[in-house]
């Protein structure tokens, strides 16, 4: 069988002993940097690009992913650790992955988001290689309109399980909608809302908004509260593993979170953020313990973990094939892979199959790795985060500084990101939910992007949103989301979790 | 006397996004940016249509502020915030001109500040610690531009 042949090329490929090595350390590199806060893939891979100059293709190619999906497991780790996400799909893990490590079960935790990762990863993998041209070839059926409902829907979702005020909720939503229109018009190239700076010619930094508003505002609250940490730090780690319990119910979130992440990875504008939350919001839906989402569900761990792992994986599903970039990372591969001669396209896989076929494999091998390295490793992660607090989030705020300002080498994004600590401790006194917001500015300019074509192709006509039955069904499922808030016994669960605040 | 506002929440996230709506009405319309059709949307046509609705949410905010209780707001801690937030703006201030070897030391020491269980010792040591290793991992390993002694002293 022909995949069986692709595979045993790949697997030629990725078994040398040098490529093994870049695979290590990207993937060790990633879960590094994916641990510390401040720094992401995005930043880590744009200032090793020039590096990758220099190494033959296939390994460069092979360790800037191993950074990528290396960084999903590690912004897990800070999620669960710090309560504060390494990047955006991580966000979803705080909320119950937090609650676990305050329960002192942090190494059951991680170990579970290791094990649904892992599955995930090699699941995805799989996937990859088994259905990526077909898979590209269904993702080009989306037409604008049915973006623009997907991201409805997924902005939806993020109001749905947002604390609080579901008013307040959906009014961040428009807050992050309307931050993220910031900088430059696609379509008519003009200015807006930059105040005439130059530094918001581009936008603003995604990574300068997280870090202010998870991170900052999080210290301030937790110098509030007094630092006190004690949850984590008197409490000892006890058990890295899970109980028969926990296995028990790992099996069907992770099932669940890898198939929901792949199918949305491939998507492009999404990548990995939009699976983990459709994934926490369907497991919250579909699980019998979803009273305890929220407050330590293992669930709620399991399935987004699975899902960003996955989702990592399949975004790579429409750079390989097509050369579209899914998401930032992609767009520096894609970078990556001119830099080295060659182009991306449908090309690739036909003219070099040793590529394409090597990458997919090292991708489970990077996996692999990930587990066997991590699952001991926890103890030092956790190790690191029984630091006391007082010597920490200094640390932090030194990383968080240094890791905005190496975005565009610009002290203006140290000042935006102390700015959005400042908004972010703010609204979170007044119960409005970071969360959306910041999804809702990721997706905010793709959105207006979609609408404006969307409007364009059926020539002003609205109703085409409801026409295409892509878009409609999605947008359905978003109305009834919402609706499903008003039911009683959904809105009880959602007080209960909200009084715990 | 009881004021009539039943929760200060709503009542100023209801000003708040009101305010940030209307600036950012204000914003486009005076900077012209066009709002152009439902077919050709301007660069106004979204964000305006974003601004109205985050007004209308927030006048909606601004109402059940005044019909529906709300929990109280908690107190503002400016000693946590200032200590968070200022450093950080100094560093940036700081860090080229002065260099990592100032400006970090400076950040770590008066953040910590805002920890109860600050001590001069350790905060000292691990201002010196910290600085010795970003300048390690993130100068010299992944080269990020940041001069250790800055311009200012001829660096």
Known sequence: MELIANLGLGLGVALTPANLLYCLAGVFLGTLIGVLPGLGPTATISMLLPITFVLPPISALIMLAGIYYGSQYGGSTTSILVNLPGEAASVVTTLDGYQMALQGRAGVALTTAAIGSFFAGTVATFLLALFAPPLAEMALKFGPADYFSLMVLGLVASVVLAHGSLLHAIGMVVVGLLLGLVGSDVTSGGQRFTFGLPQLADGIGFVVVAMGMFGLSEIIRNLEQGADRSGLVTKKITSLMPTRKDWKRMIAPILRGTAIGSALGILPGSGSILGSFAAYSLEKKVSKYRKQFGKGAIEGVAAPESANNAGAQTSFIPMLTLGIPSNPVMALMVGAMIIQGIQPGPSVISEQPALFWGIIVSMWIGNLFLVILNLPMIGIWVRIIMVPYQFLYPAILAFCAIGVFSLNNSEFDIFLMALFGLLGYGFSKLDCEPAPMLLAFILGPLMEEYLRRAMLMSRGDPMVFLRRPISATLLVMALLALLVIFIPAFSKTREEAFIEE | ?155
């Open chain 2, 1 to 155: 006397m009881a004021s009539p506002i039943r929760s200060s929440k709503d009542f100023l996230t209801g000003i708040i996004y009101m305010a940030i709506g209307s600036g950012a009405v204000l914003i486009a319309v005076l900077g012209d940016y066009g709002i152009g059709t439902a077919l050709r949307m301007g660069p106004a046509y979204f964000p305006l249509v974003l601004s109205f609705l985050l007004i209308f949410i927030g006048l909606i905010s601004l109402i059940r502020s005044f019909i529906q209780p709300g929990t109280p707001i908690g107190a503002f801690t400016v000693k946590g915030l200032l200590l968070v937030v200022l450093p950080t703006v100094l560093f940036g201030l700081l860090v080229r001109g002065a260099g990592l070897i100032v400006a970090l030391p400076l950040l770590v020491v008066v953040s910590s500040y805002a920890s109860r269980q600050f001590r001069w010792g350790p905060a000292l040591a691990l201002a010196a610690g910290l600085t010795v290793f970003c300048a390690l991992v993130f100068l010299k390993g992944l080269g990020v531009p940041l001069p250790i002694l800055g311009s200012w002293f001829g660096g």
